[in-house]
């Protein structure tokens, strides 16, 4: 299993900022994943987040908009660019310890982000 | 292209009775199929999974889920309602050789005492 950590747990931002949230695994991981949690919706995946490498973005997500950094097997971030209020979501970070399809992922508790 | 669709999007129960939550799934390959649940204000953790093995798969805090490819169904069902199991449940799947997790609306179980 894994325990994963996110900082920070809430945040409330201005129009046109930019937050980093951070996600932190207590033990090495093959795949890290963010996800995007809007109000009573579920969950949609924003990008794969690859050790050494750049991450992979799903359709209608872009780098500029939400680049994110995965230095290690234990940690990523993931940031949220030039906010708007449409950004306003609770933001997911999820691992996968083997990177198979099979496996189970492991959710953080998320980082409820609010832009006025 | 894969998809789950979870039927109801409310669901409610009195304390003791029957728990139904409904999931079908559309895959051109044989899927994996996944039921988390989301307590309030936390991440989601799995409840139990099906990877090809048994039809009839048993998860955690008596749930239980059976695929059925003729009906192309994975519907999640636990004996007995407690007030605890109040939350949202997520039905997704994944596909062999693949890694991305698709998943569905979700179905918010209220529980009533």
């Known amino acids: 299993s894994a325990v994963i950590s996110q900082k920070p747990s809430r945040d409330i931002c201005q129009r046109g900022t930019s937050l980093t949230i951070q996600c932190q695994v207590d033990?090495?991981?093959?795949?890290m994943f963010w996800y995007r949690q809007q109000p009573g919706q579920s969950l949609t995946l924003i990008a794969t987040a690859n050790q050494g490498s750049e991450a992979t973005y799903e359709s209608g997500f872009v780098i500029d908009k939400f680049p994110i950094s995965r230095p290690n097997l234990t940690f990523s971030t993931l940031t949220v660019s030039n906010m708007s209020p449409e950004d306003s979501s609770i933001y997911l970070c999820s691992v996968s310890i083997t990177g198979q399809s099979t496996d189970t992922q492991y959710f953080g508790p998320g980082t409820r982000l609010t832009v006025l | 292209a894969q998809s789950v669709t979870q039927l109801g999007s409310h669901v409610s129960v009195s304390e003791g009775a029957l728990v139904l939550l409904r999931c079908n799934y559309s895959s051109s390959v044989p899927p994996y199929l996944f039921w988390y649940v989301q307590y309030p204000n936390q991440g989601l953790q799995l409840l139990l999974k099906y990877t090809s093995a048994a039809t009839l798969v048993k998860g955690i805090n008596g749930f239980e889920a059976e695929f059925k490819k003729s009906e192309t169904s994975f519907h999640l069902t636990k004996p007995s309602a407690h007030m605890s199991d109040a939350a949202e449940y997520f039905c997704a799947v994944t596909k062999s050789g693949g890694f991305k997790t698709i998943f569905g609306a979700g179905t918010r179980l209220f529980v009533k005492a």
């Open positions: 033990s090495q991981v093959t795949m």
